[in-house]
């Protein structure tokens, strides 16, 4: 995925693929979702990506003292 593209996944309804529309792929909801999620959890998601290569996301979440 291209630098300019990263900066935009975690928003809601964002489809990297322009192609892409709701019979052949997903509704550009989940990185929003689980961006949400990380946050309530004071979180974070980052993306580390290569073109043609592939993507990898990490979910950083602190360590609570109980």
């Given amino acids: 995925m291209a630098d300019e593209e990263q900066s935009n996944i975690f928003d809601r309804f964002y489809r990297v693929d322009?192609?892409?529309?709701?019979?052949?792929g997903g509704s550009g909801l989940g990185l929003a979702i689980a961006q949400a999620i990380a946050?309530?959890?004071q979180g974070r998601i980052t993306v580390?990506?290569?073109p043609?290569?592939?993507s990898l996301f990490i979910i950083h979440l602190p360590i609570l003292p109980t």
């Fill in 18 to 24: 322009c192609d892409r529309n709701r019979q052949t």
């Fill in 39 to 41: 946050q309530k959890h």
């Fill in 48 to 50: 580390q990506s290569q």
């Fill in 52 to 54: 043609s290569k592939g």
